[in-house]
């Protein structure tokens, strides 16, 4: 079966330090990877992907995620967190191959606070 | 402006009764999907469309159904067998099964 698991409910960052919202999964194959952000009321916006290649993939806002196929994480970081990073965080995965292709799993969302 | 819009913003649903939310794209988009959020449990797949007058249950399609006539457009209806609407729901689209999805800006069910 096809998982996400974000282990933090809620990260709280200090504005200017760094920051990591957590992400492993479990998928059959070769997995796409991305990470979205929602802010209140609001659909989800897309930051960024790993299909293949690098295993460092960076996206919109200055943030990045590395991809370690070992430990089947794919952690989001950001150098220096924002107040305006914070929101609600989603870690997803698709199967490369299968019945389920192009559906996507999501994790259940890590909320990120960043205080000035 | 290209994207996905979704409507009504807030939907009030009494017992009983169904209704349709709307979801319609100008991305010349394949893919549509809908989507369910509850607090804390991440997003649901409600229904998907890979094509025109093709569409699959996902994971929670009990008490829902969906039509895809038009490329552009892909309605949700809540019927009266879905005991517990009250959430937000969101539509999303993609140029493939392969893609990205990108989301619409949902629409939040309420039960009177």
């Known amino acids: 079966a096809q998982s996400v698991a974000q282990p933090e409910d809620q990260v709280n960052v200090a504005e200017g330090n760094p920051l990591t919202v957590k992400c492993t999964y479990s998928?059959?194959?070769?997995?796409?990877l991305f990470w979205y952000v929602q802010y209140p009321n609001r659909g989800l916006q897309f930051l960024l992907k790993?299909?293949?290649?690098?295993?460092l993939v960076k996206g919109s806002y200055g943030f990045e995620a590395e991809f370690n196929k070992s430990q089947t994480s794919f952690h989001l970081k950001k150098p220096s967190a924002l107040v305006s990073d914070s929101a609600l965080y989603f870690c997803?995965?698709?199967?490369?191959?299968?019945?389920?292709?192009?559906?996507?799993?999501f994790g259940r969302g890590t909320q990120l606070t960043v205080w000035p | 402006d290209g994207g996905i819009t979704q409507s009504p913003k807030y939907l009030f649903r009494k017992e009983g009764q169904n209704v349709t939310l709307s979801c319609e794209q100008n991305?010349?988009?394949?893919?549509m999907y809908w989507y369910r959020q509850d607090p804390g449990q991440g997003l649901r797949l409600i229904y998907y469309?890979?094509?025109?007058?093709?569409?699959q249950k996902g994971d929670i399609a009990e008490g829902y159904s969906v039509s895809r006539e038009k490329k552009e457009s892909f309605p949700l209806t809540v019927t009266s067998a879905q005991k517990n609407p009250t959430a937000f729901y969101l539509c999303?689209?993609?140029?493939?099964?392969?893609?990205?999805?990108?989301f619409g800006p949902g629409t939040r069910l309420l039960v009177l």
């Open positions: 998928v059959s194959g070769n997995p796409y």
């Open positions: 991305l010349n988009h394949d893919a």
């Open positions: 999303a689209s993609s140029t493939g099964a392969e893609e990205t999805q990108y």
């Open positions: 790993y299909i293949t290649g690098d295993n």
């Open positions: 997803a995965v698709r199967p490369d191959r299968g019945s389920t292709l192009g559906r996507l799993y």
């Open positions: 469309s890979q094509i025109v007058n093709d569409f």
